[in-house]
């Protein structure tokens, strides 16, 4: 169990890692459903780890949410666009990669405390959780497109997820609803705001916009 644990971890790393090489949305949002399956399957493996039917529950839910629902509202919203790809990244590729290898080893770093205060299969795993947050961070600062952003945004909330699965053995079934119906507000919202966008000025190109004046 130790081991499919780490693997499922070395998955969510991974697929977070591809988000800065891949440029096509459709195939990001496809590693969002990747992430949200191995997500859901992480909660799924502490519950039987840990006899919690709570958090059974937590893992459908998170599996619901995350594979099926966000990235629905995200393949509707790139249909309904005529961006198919993040045409111009801040920072290319190549240095994104060299970024995401020195973020998860900043990971690891400030985790060492956290693994020496309680070492386990599960705290050892913890920094997997932090690389993801500073990933989702960085994205959301170099990517242009609002999609691109929105991607982002969930790699981040995916992290911190993790971190807190990790962690505590899950949390509470409760507090992670009223997240997860957060996340799925803000994604709501934020697609809304795309549409308009796009109906308004032909783009969402986020520094284009940022030259607009009243």
Not at 103 to 114: D, E, G, H, K, Q
Request: aromatic fraction near 4%; hydrophobic fraction near 60%; charge should be neutral.
């Amino acid at each position: 169990m130790t081991q499919l644990l780490y693997l499922i971890c070395g998955g969510l790393l991974l697929s977070s890692v591809v988000v800065l090489w891949r440029r096509e949305l459709s195939a990001i949002v496809r590693l969002l459903v990747l992430q949200g399956v191995l997500l859901g399957v992480l909660a799924g493996l502490l519950a039987v780890r840990l006899g919690s039917f709570e958090l059974l529950l937590v893992a459908v839910g998170v599996l619901a949410l995350k594979a099926v629902v966000v990235p629905g509202i995200l393949r509707k919203v790139l249909r309904d666009s005529s961006e198919a790809r993040e045409t111009e990244p801040l920072i290319n590729v190549t240095a994104s990669i060299v970024a995401a290898a020195l973020l998860t080893l900043l990971a690891y770093a400030v985790a060492r405390p956290i693994v020496r205060l309680a070492p386990s299969a599960e705290t050892e795993a913890v920094p997997v959780g932090l690389a993801m947050v500073l990933l989702g961070f960085f994205v959301l600062v170099t990517r242009r497109r609002a999609l691109s952003q929105i991607v982002g945004f969930l790699l981040l909330d995916n992290g911190i997820a993790t971190t807190a699965f990790l962690i505590t053995g899950g949390v509470p079934g409760i507090v992670e609803l009223a997240v997860s119906l957060d996340v799925l507000l803000v994604v709501l919202v934020l697609q809304v705001l795309t549409a308009r966008l796009r109906a308004t000025y032909g783009g969402t190109d986020i520094d284009e916009l940022r030259e607009l004046h009243d």
